[in-house]
């Protein structure tokens, strides 16, 4: 199936949760509003719920507990909470995907988002911004199973969904990957522009024409997330790391090759 008919599916693109797309049109605000953003936030309890688990979690490394939007607002700040509002908006929105363990994709995206604000601390590049791309750079793969079920189920088998490989056995398999397909969801949701190319780009940040430093980001962060899942081994740290995208960037590899890299091991789920 092309992409074109995969995207034409109702199943393959859900419509944006009201709350979700008030937060994405919040990427173009210069001031926010944050206790009439917090009343919106609560008035949907499960997500609120969600939103509190994830502040309060280890990963985030907060001094004290929170106990409503407001504060998560305020201790998290805006970019967190918009990124993770987002996240447990599209979990909702595909809360059963045939073919993906939810709760281990979500760990990969966590794993990414914490790489790729790791590598852009000491740079001059937008580290919240780049949490939220590298979070949402694998929902392609929630479209494709969706739309897909039978076609991914028996790639599955071949090549495991968080393998390295992944995008091009998809783009062999299919003439497209998880990045096309997330590329559109982004479109369709409205995503900020530099969110969608990093999304687009990241599988081959070098290859395109006008190169995204974030794609690159999100490049490398998806290769440590997706080699923490596959054991941490630290051979397969050293030989497969992407020596091209890191010189890019002008990272260090032992930033990354390390088996040990901070807040790896306080990931939350969604």
Known sequence: ????????????????????????????????????????????????????????????????????????????GLNKVRALVIAAALNASFHAVSGINLDKFWHFSFAAATVARLICTPRRLDANLAFTAALLHGVGELVLHMGLPETMASLNQRVGVFALDRAAAERLALGYSYAEAGTALAQHWRLPRLLVTAIEQHTEPLAAAEQEPLAAVVHLASWRARLLLAGNHPNELIDHYPDDVGEALGLDPDLLVAPNVAGLDQLPGV
């Open 1 to 76: 199936m092309r992409l074109d008919e995969l995207l034409r599916q109702p199943q393959s693109l859900p419509v944006v949760p009201e709350l979700a797309a008030k937060l994405i049109q919040t990427f173009e605000l210069d001031e926010v509003d944050f206790d009439a953003l917090a009343r919106d936030i609560e008035h949907d309890p499960v997500l609120t719920a969600r939103l509190l688990r994830q502040a309060n979690s280890s990963f985030f490394a907060l001094l004290r507990p929170v106990g409503t939007a407001r504060e998560a607002i305020t201790v998290l």
